[in-house]
């Protein structure tokens, strides 16, 4: 029942790596053209030549979502260069946890601007190009995926504005669900557990070891499952719409 997204536009937030980047790779197999978008360029350029060597189209836009004007110029130079917009899956994001008391609030600040303003930005800016393609579009439907996380549904201690981050992006999808759906924008939400990518990097090294620690028996999965997971929503029948998938690793709890 899955259906191919030839002649159809893709933009994914957070392609030069991880669960981004394989959701990149795996829309473009489905027949997508790409629209990358992330601050390191030469990573998109790769993956870009990557795509295109494939016989596939992509277009590396190296910018920063979190400033509203780089991020609506993302969703422009995607409808003016490969000629409309389909598919939108917001995935950049990052996680910075830690105790809520004596945190060094710059790392907040950076969630919320990424997780959340950058989310809403790319969404804003997007959103009448997808009404458009589902009103007259070859596949008559537009899907707006966005990147949550099991942090989205459960809080837990040294999360807390992780967590805030995530439970926000679950609450806009499903009331902007509400909004388009009937439209057929579809706008579905998906909250992995723990996958192994350069997440965790950007913690402090004293946080990471604890995290690090609580995860060590786990069998992460595996960046191309959460793009598996993506390609399933947006190649449903337009009468199907996948509302919210949660996964995490079998082993974790
Ligand atoms: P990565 O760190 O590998 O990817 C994050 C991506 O976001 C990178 O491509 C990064 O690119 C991009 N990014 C960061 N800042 C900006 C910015 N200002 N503008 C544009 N792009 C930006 O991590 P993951 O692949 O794991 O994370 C992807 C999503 O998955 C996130 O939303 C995360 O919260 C979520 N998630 C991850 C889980 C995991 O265990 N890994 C579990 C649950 C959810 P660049 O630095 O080049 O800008």
Redesign the pocket.
């Known amino acids: 029942m899955s259906e191919r997204l030839d002649g159809t536009v893709a933009l994914v ?9 394989a959701t990149a790779r795996e829309l473009a197999r489905h027949g997508a053209a790409m629209a990358l ?4 360029g030469d ?1 998109l350029e790769r993956l870009a030549a990557d795509i295109t060597g494939a016989g596939g189209t992509a277009l590396p836009l190296p ?4 400033d509203q004007a780089q991020a609506a110029d993302a969703v422009k130079r995607t409808v003016a260069e490969l000629g409309r917009l389909d598919t939108v899956v917001n ?5 910075l946890p830690g105790p809520i008391l004596d945190a060094p609030t710059e790392e907040w600040d950076r969630m919320v601007a ?2 959340l303003q ?1 989310l809403l930005y790319v969404t804003h800016a997007a959103l009448p190009h997808l009404l458009t393609a589902a009103d007259g579009g070859p596949r008559q439907v537009a899907d707006l995926v966005n ?5 989205g549904r459960h809080a837990t201690m040294g999360a807390g504005i992780y967590n805030l981050t ?1 439970f926000g992006v679950n609450a806009f999808t499903e009331s902007l669900r509400q909004e388009v759906t009937a439209r057929h924008v579809r706008v579905s939400v998906v909250e ?4 192994e ?3 965790r ?2 913690i402090r090294e004293e946080i990471r070891n604890i995290v690090m620690r609580r995860i060590a028996d786990i069998e ?1 999965m595996q ?1 191309e499952d959460i793009a598996d997971a993506v390609a399933y929503i947006v190649t449903r029948p337009r009468r199907v719409a996948i509302n919210e998938l949660l996964m995490r690793p079998t082993e974790q709890v």
């Open positions: 937030t957070g392609a030069s790596s991880g669960i981004g980047e978008v992330a601050r390191r990573r910018l920063d979502i979190t995935n950049a994001g990052i996680m990424l997780n950058g990147i949550s996380s099991v942090a995530k992995p557990g723990s996958v990518t350069e997440l990097s950007h992460p960046s």
